[in-house]
């Protein structure tokens, strides 16, 4: 299942798992992690809630031009966030980096998590439920389109979700 290009790239929908697998998996193999978010968040010296507040595709722009400047040719584990997939040249660019791994979750189960985790600017509205119904359906099939391959994590750890990626991979610690 491994490509050309060694990256382990992670998507899938917020509240998945993507940055705390991610975490696990550079720390367990020893590669370099490259998180979209933070590297947007660098470039532009503010908070994810702050580039959201000058809308939302200035962030889908920076984003972008975050993904195209992380190298492929060596390991690493990239992180992206849950609407990198909104545009069909990143999922092309995800593919040149590597394996994409889709972290999945029942919609309950992403609703559950996402109510007690941190601030998501895309939830900032009157009815959260309501548009984490949307932006699901909006994105699943595009998860679909763009994975070689898919783990549901509703049920696992974060480490039982890394162990089952290396495991997929037969990549060894």
């Known amino acids: 299942m491994q490509k050309e290009h060694p990256a382990i790239v992670l998507i899938g929908f917020m509240g998945c798992g993507k940055s705390s697998v991610g975490r696990l998996l550079a720390r367990d193999l020893r590669w370099p992690r490259y998180d979209t978010d933070e590297l ?3 470039e532009l010296a503010l908070s994810i809630p702050e580039i959201f507040a000058l809308g939302e595709e200035y962030f889908r722009e920076a984003e972008s031009a975050a993904l195209t400047s992380i190298g492929g040719t060596n390991p690493a584990v990239i992180v992206t966030g849950g609407g990198i997939v909104l545009r069909p040249e990143n999922v092309r660019r995800l593919h040149e980096l590597g394996t994409v791994i889709w972290l999945q979750a029942t919609h309950a189960v992403l609703q559950e998590r996402l109510a007690r985790g941190k601030y998501r600017p895309l939830l900032d509205t009157a ?8 932006l699901f359906a909006q994105r699943h099939a595009l ?3 763009a994975a070689d391959l898919a783990i549901d994590t509703s049920a696992m750890s974060h480490q039982e979700v890394a162990q089952a990626i290396r495991h997929e991979l037969r990549i060894s610690c």
């Open 40 to 42: 947007v968040a660098k």
């Open 143 to 145: 998860y679909q389109e």
């Open 127 to 134: 009815d959260p439920a309501a548009t984490i119904a949307a």
